[in-house]
């Protein structure tokens, strides 16, 4: 590859070969169907990377753990990669007799070794051009999705490389921006590229602080401090050097910082009818397109988009443009965008789905209209039968993490607001974003914000499932001396819920949890059976009858519910509940190993409060993992020093043996409540 150090990426050759993200090859333009085994792929990227020839004996130990007759597996390997490498007339796949084995890819792009021939010869020394170049061959991380498990010398030897290059698109992106217009379209994305290789790097906030000050765009500034807070927060990381590099950098401008104007313009809306005129957060799903579809594949695409649309709508949570109206768009040529802005909604999902033989691929994309940026993307798989049944579990996830996507992006958006100016759906999510906090103070604030939503719009069905879960925190956590009240009122802003909109599933959500505080078991269940008949996709639902079976219901059963809460949202706020309700129905089924593996899962998450460090501290115990239980058990004392088991047991419903045995546990490590 040494001839090739100072070409112009952009050109044309034979073959070009994709490790860094994605694995691909690419002949001559046109995509090359890939052998499924992962050694292929490592043996490539090794020999590719090393640059050098290697004896079959250390290629054999690195990929192989002891297998029945690992020569012959790599004689398999290198025939499948000289079918995927190899011309008539060119052999790069360089091997002689039972000797060593070389690649010869000199007339061929390879990502990974582009990028490391300009970090050996000093960045310093590459063209902007050349960087530019290089940088946009990084499309992930290297060989993605191709570990070799039971495998430690390819293991480490991937782990190494991986941070290896990492570090280099670092170093090479880093060197781009400083070379750049502070302000130009490109300084931005890099920037974006270099926050997604460092997002926790002062000096990569400081840069992109710098580069929307200096456009102007002072708002855009606050916003992206407050999402690197949160971020910050989420990691346990100090966050206030960002407040003070946003105030450091704001001073440095001085008076003369003004807002950059507006593309457009907009309509100054009265307060009272700004608070009014919007409920929820629209989204237009637009058509999605078939790639290459074979014989009997066609109409996967709109069967797809049909039932996210279908089951979107039925979350009640968010305004779903019809599906005549994007499909006449699709028809029209109107890209996802341009309906986005033709529909005024505030987001657009678009994708496609392609079949083969065996399986099907879905890719999904949710943008943010209005700056057209892209909030989630996700690629999805399933085996087929040649039916539409199996794409419902990829409906599911689509349309769980379009919901979940959106609300985090709403959240987001509300808490930047002043609260003087909030109508009722942003009074709403930034009452979301405190009642996820659990703790007293962004519980009261939560209250405050879910009423301040309900007066601006009495018929808010989510606004009051959120203060009914309000009163369930206080009852359930301790966080005020009135339980009894707190219960009636979560039963009563429950019941306001559903009045409000009996067909919101978070509705009866809130009043199965309501329910099951006041002790009736009966109407609990059936509410939360509701809300997942409603909408097969709530997540919440779907972890709370989880909840509750760990506790007095069927321990097999919750496993299976929590899981599937888990697949619906995986990056819920309630994660570590649904770690934690998992590992109660593990202590009911007796396997004490896997309750303390996934109660400590739980109590690693940043937002686990004390009932679920309690139940940790208990399964640990149970497992004979007494120095991790005391350790919980610690934490417990740091954040509310006075709880005891009786406060534990109290929170919970379970069963008088479960009670013994979690009582007996914790009194091993000498948890009782100190006065």
């Not at 997002?199 to 992206?224: C, I, K, Q, T």
């Not at 058509?287 to 996967?300: H, N």
């Not at 399933?382 to 579990?393: E, K, R």
Request: aromatic residues 6%; proline residues 4%; neutral net charge.
């Amino acid at each position: 590859m040494g001839e090739a150090v100072g070409r112009n990426v952009g050109t044309t050759a034979i073959l070009r070969i994709q490790l860094l993200g994605p694995f691909s090859v690419r002949r001559d333009g046109a995509p090359v169907p890939l052998p499924r085994s992962r050694k292929v792929r490592a043996l490539l990227a090794f020999l590719a990377l090393g640059g050098a020839s290697y004896s079959r004996s250390k290629l054999c130990a690195l990929l192989w753990d002891v297998p029945n007759d690992p020569r012959g597996e790599l004689r398999w390997c290198l025939s499948k990669l000289r079918a995927l490498l190899d011309d008539p007339d060119r052999r790069r796949v360089q091997t002689t007799g039972h000797g060593p084995v070389s690649l010869d890819l000199s007339d061929c792009l390879a990502d990974a070794v582009e990028i490391e021939q300009v970090v050996k010869a000093g960045a310093g020394q590459a063209t902007t051009e050349r960087l530019s170049e290089v940088c946009d061959l990084f499309g992930g991380a290297l060989l993605e999705g191709v570990e070799i498990d039971g495998n430690p010398e390819f293991a480490g030897w991937l782990i190494a490389q991986r941070q290896r290059h990492r570090e280099m698109n670092h170093a090479l992106v880093r060197e781009l921006v400083s070379r750049l217009p502070r302000s130009s379209e490109e300084t931005f994305r890099r920037l974006e590229q270099w926050l997604v290789l460092a997002p926790f790097e002062l000096d990569a906030h400081a840069a992109m602080l710098d580069a929307l000050l200096g456009s102007g765009r002072v708002r855009d500034a606050e916003e992206r401090v407050a999402a690197a807070i949160r971020a910050f927060d989420q990691e346990g990381l100090d966050w206030s050097p960002l407040r003070a590099l946003l105030a450091a950098r704001k001073s440095a401008v001085g008076s003369a910082l003004v807002e950059a104007p507006a593309a457009t313009a907009v309509v100054e809306v009265p307060p009272n009818e700004a608070a009014n005129s919007r409920r929820r957060a629209s989204v237009a799903i637009m058509p999605f397109s078939e790639v290459a579809a074979g014989p009997g594949r066609r109409g996967l695409g709109d069967g797809l988009t049909d039932d996210i649309i279908t089951r979107l709508a039925k979350l009640r949570i968010l305004f779903v443009i019809a599906r005549g109206t994007t499909y006449a768009l699709g028809e029209r040529g109107v890209g996802a965008q341009e309906a986005g802005r033709i529909l005024n909604v505030e987001y657009v999902v678009s994708g496609s789905v392609r079949a083969g033989d065996r399986r099907i691929f879905v890719v999904v994309e949710l943008a943010e209209t209005r700056h057209a940026t892209i909030v989630w993307r996700d690629e999805l798989e399933t085996s087929t039968d040649g039916t539409f049944a199996a794409l419902d579990t990829i409906v599911d996830r689509v349309v769980a993490g379009i919901a979940e996507e959106i609300e985090t992006a709403e959240c987001n958006r509300a808490i930047l607001q002043p609260p003087s100016s909030l109508d009722a759906w942003e009074a709403y999510h930034r009452g979301l974003w405190h009642m996820y906090k659990f703790n007293d103070v962004d519980n009261r604030q939560a209250a405050d914000l879910f009423e301040r939503a309900l007066q601006l719009d009495p018929t808010f069905a989510r606004a009051s499932a959120g203060l009914s879960f309000t009163h369930f925190q206080n009852a359930f956590l301790d966080l005020t001396p009135d339980r009894r009240q707190q219960i009636e009122l979560a039963l009563r802003t429950a019941r306001r819920s559903v009045d409000a909109d009996d067909r919101d599933p978070a509705a009866h959500w809130a009043m199965g949890r309501a329910l099951w505080l006041g002790g009736e078991s009966s109407g609990a269940f059936a509410e939360l059976e509701r809300s997942v008949e409603l909408s097969p996709n709530f997540a919440l639902g779907h972890y709370t009858l989880g909840f509750f079976h760990c506790q007095i219901g069927d321990p097999r059963a919750a496993i299976t519910a929590t899981e599937y809460a888990r697949q619906l949202s995986p990056f819920d706020p309630l994660l570590f509940a649904m770690l934690c309700s998992r590992a109660a129905a593990h202590v009911r089924l007796g396997e004490l190993q896997e309750a303390a593996e996934w109660a400590s899962k739980a109590a690693g998450r940043p937002n686990a409060h004390v009932q679920v460090l309690a139940v940790a501290a208990a399964c640990a115990a149970l497992a004979g993992r007494r120095d991790d239980a005391r350790r919980v058990a610690a934490r417990i004392r740091e954040q509310q020093p006075g709880y005891g088991t009786d406060d534990f047991l109290r929170a919970y419903r379970f069963d008088a043996d479960t009670q013994h045995v979690l009582r007996g546990a914790l009194r091993q490590i000498g948890f009782d409540r100190r006065k």
